[in-house]
């Protein structure tokens, strides 16, 4: 049986890092583009790295930033309708955290504030400035529930499994409902209950294929897509009652 790949570039790595010249923290994924096509499901890839001396090691992803519009509902004669509302600004749309044990071991809640360690701890600003600081907790935490539910912020704590004193890995996993555009891979060195070291890189989800081209044109030329979709919705329904008359 063979040396999976990444084993083998971490391997070579760790060969060619003298002690004097080795950087604390090293890290790399198996692949730096998650493809989205026709059918799917979602998709999952592998961090893996190296720890010049003992730490543990937490892994965050986040991106692409954009606002995010939290409704309250309330039952008005029967029905329940939406209304008040809180527009966040600059809220990453996909948030998940691992770690090779639990945080609340090791780092205090100060540290994890300054370094937006935790969905609880995320910096989500709303745009209004009117809201009391318990109107503001209210609908914030309305929105962490809402991305735990649709499956974009991980409501656990993923495992960074550490190989040997110095390598170690985890697997990343993406819902298929997750949203094209760069996103951010931070991974922290901690000692003694402070960060030691941080190393960042960045991967990309993107549309290929047919999917790809619907979507490109919709947004270059948002118009045309428009008459097309509805010369196309016509054409169907046409088709639709010629074939029932004939039924």
Known sequence: MGVPAYLLSVFLLLAFLSPAAAKELVIDLS???????????????????????????????????RDEIVRRKERVAGIWVNRDE??????????????NRPIDEYLLPEVRDEYQIGAAHLEIIPRQAILTAGEVNEFRNALIRNKQRQGLYAPRLGNV????????RTQLSFPANVT?????????????????GVETTLLTVRKFGLEA?????????????GVLAILVAGMAGWLAGVIFRKA
């Open 161 to 168: 499994i550490f190989l040997s004193n110095r390598l170690f």
């Open 180 to 196: 094209t555009g760069t996103y951010g891979v931070d991974v922290y060195l901690v000692r003694n209950g402070q960060i030691a």
């Open 31 to 65: 692949k730096s583009v998650v493809a989205i096509t026709t059918g799917f499901v979602g998709s999952d890839l592998l961090l893996f790295g190296t720890v010049e001396g003992e730490g543990d090691v937490i892994v965050i992803v986040r991106g692409p930033q």
């Open 86 to 99: 809180v527009v966040f600004d600059q809220v990453p749309a996909f948030y998940a955290i691992a770690s």
């Open 213 to 225: 081209g619907i979507y490109d044109f919709a947004h270059r030329h948002a118009m045309a897509y």
